[in-house]
């Protein structure tokens, strides 16, 4: 068996840290090169045996790169503002083998080369155009003629987290001189303004013999321009996951070299697309995969760089969030505060970073949370987000919803009930008190097979992918509801057919259960909307436990009604019990 190669990594930040726990157990031995003894990656793993340390200078120095390429047998990179061109010399030189390659980096390093090499190859992006150095208020205005105000400025390099993106709002000397000021004395783009409705990102990984694989997709939202919380997978409609998979995978097709890539995006208002950027290396959007997926971004890197087989990027939970510990000041009180708080938060995990020094806005860790369906992670997150300094009321909400009031439809439910009418409402009701008494959460609406065709097929094709696990459909008359819900969702579909004026509910019956072969549509009897809630729970329960058991209880209190009916019978005889009991 070969020994097990060696790679250095250019940066011993958080992202290399994350790298050396899966390098850990799979028995890799990394070399980090960065400056300081004591960075967050080299807190976590030893150097390999035969080397005495591991390297202390920065990661752009070409004597430290090259020092480097000579202790191992693969660079790669957990930032991308590196020395491409010295990673390309030691790579022609055979020093060492760089992943991904250097010429991806080196594209990927100028945003601007990025978009035009991106666009030219059919990827959709924003419109872009470049400006000149030393622009003046006139190239401003060609610019916006072009693009259209406002517009975002970019530097070209050198920028993450918003240090590099300034927004135009118009072409006055003020609104210019402002920008150019934020953004100093670098090439800079501009991109036309994007009125997206989500940010969202997806993972892709790549190994040398050019297998891909993505991760599911997620959104990502922002404040003052810096992530603060993922949430996976990405709700939206039907086909949305797997667009922006595919998207993301494309684009990555057209670069070279090994590794994981994350790519961000943005969804329009018509439901399209448009890519905004590529980063070649784990990236913040991929951490809660080291909690959330069978295999995380970090682990998948290291294999994709080493040939080894990938793994799975399936997610193995439902509902997954994570949130960024940020620096508010020098004080660490508050970070400490933060992960204090997720101790006692149920499908918690923390990361702290190492770092010793906290600054306002500096990611210090960040929390995963996991959990069994989006109405707990939305529970749980909240806990998690109000304990931010910077907590914001009006923020949080947007992102973690409240409890809804009594009587209205939970903004993340598992379970959709649906009516042809409201004149099926009093049918309907009993199945509310029943996931009321079971705390589940659910949502109700009117949604008509032939008054409101649109409607229904857009709920039924986007229920699976917003969270939803059953539908309870009502339906009187021709009862076409349910059947046509079933057709259009791969959720499963309870029918409740509700007794009309005419025909007792029988010809509501009869259609829900003629249904054609391959659209199944489960049933129950005539207005009992009571067991076709109970038929949604015990579905739930194949999945979340915690159902299972609230059903066993359920039926054992069934069960001693039973016996002390039968108990009051014995004693008090049968005509007393029918004057007492069930003439009431």
Request: charged share 25%; hydrophobic share 35%; glycine share 8%.
């Amino acid at each position: 068996m070969a020994p097990q190669k060696t790679v250095g990594i250019l940066g011993g930040g958080q992202l290399g840290r994350m790298l050396t726990h899966p390098a850990a157990l799979l028995g890799i031995p990394l070399l980090i090169l960065d400056s300081g003894s004591y960075t967050p990656a080299k807190q976590t793993l030893l150097p390999p045996e035969n080397q005495q340390g591991h390297l202390d200078g920065p990661f752009t120095s070409e004597p430290h790169i090259r020092e480097l390429a000579k202790k191992c047998d693969i660079l790669t990179v957990e930032i991308e503002h590196v020395n491409a061109d010295v990673l390309e010399a030691v790579e022609k030189e055979g020093l060492c083998e760089v992943q991904p390659s250097p010429s991806t980096i080196r594209l990927i390093q100028d945003k601007f080369q990025q978009k035009k090499y991106l666009s030219e190859r059919g990827i959709p992006v924003s419109p872009f155009d470049e400006l000149p150095s030393n622009p003046t208020e006139n190239d401003f205005k060609n610019l916006t003629d072009k693009l259209g105000l406002p517009v975002m400025l970019k530097a070209k390099t050198l920028a993450y987290d918003g240090r590099g993106n300034s927004p135009l709002k118009s072409t006055s000397s003020e609104d210019i001189k402002k920008s150019l000021d934020f953004l100093g004395d670098r090439p800079l783009y501009a991109e036309g303004w994007c009125s997206f409705v989500k940010e969202v990102a997806v993972m892709v990984v790549r190994n040398k013999e050019g297998q891909v694989k993505s991760y599911d997709a997620v959104e990502t939202i922002h404040r003052d321009s810096i992530l603060r919380v993922c949430l996976a997978p990405l709700r939206g409609d039907q086909s949305l996951n797997a667009r922006a998979r595919q998207l993301a995978e494309s684009a990555v097709g057209h670069l070279t070299g090994a590794g994981i890539f994350g790519v961000e995006m943005f969804l329009m208002e018509d439901g399209s697309l448009l890519l905004n950027e590529i980063a070649p290396r784990p990236h913040n959007s991929g951490h809660h995969t080291i909690e959330a997926c069978n295999t995380s971004q970090f682990e998948n890197h290291l294999r994709a760089i080493l040939s080894l087989p990938l793994g799975s990027t399936d997610l193995i939970v439902p509902s997954a969030a994570m949130v960024n510990i940020l620096g508010s000041s020098s004080e660490m009180g508050p970070i400490e505060a933060m992960r204090d708080n997720a101790l006692s938060v149920k499908g918690a995990t923390i990361h702290l970073y190492g770092k010793k020094e906290s600054r306002k806005a500096r990611k210090m860790g960040h929390i995963t949370l996991t959990a069994e369906n989006d109405a707990e992670l939305t529970e749980n997150l909240r806990k998690i987000l109000f304990s931010q300094p910077d907590s914001n009321s009006e923020w949080i909400d947007k992102i973690a919803p409240p409890n809804p009031l009594e009587n209205h439809s939970h903004k993340k439910p598992l379970i959709g009930i649906i009516m042809g009418s409201d004149s099926d409402l009093p049918i309907m009701l009993p199945a509310t008190k029943i996931l009321n008494q079971f705390k589940i959460p659910y949502e109700l609406t009117i949604t008509s097979a032939h008054r409101t065709p649109e409607k229904m097929i857009k709920y039924s094709k986007s229920a699976s992918n917003r969270g939803l696990r059953v539908i309870i459909a009502g339906a009187g008359g021709a009862a076409h509801l349910p059947g046509m819900v079933a057709s259009e969702t791969v959720l499963p579909v309870i029918g409740v057919p509700v007794k009309a004026s005419v025909l007792d509910g029988v010809d509501s019956l009869y259609s829900i259960v003629q249904m054609p072969r391959g659209i199944p549509c489960a049933t129950v009897g005539i207005n009992n909307s009571t067991n076709a809630a109970l038929l949604a729970i015990k579905i739930l329960g194949t999945a979340i436990p915690k159902y299972q058991i609230a059903l066993e209880e359920y039926s054992k209190k069934l069960e001693e009604e039973v016996l002390q009916k039968c108990e009051k019978l014995e004693v008090d005889g049968w005509e007393k019990y029918v004057k007492e009991t069930l003439k009431k």
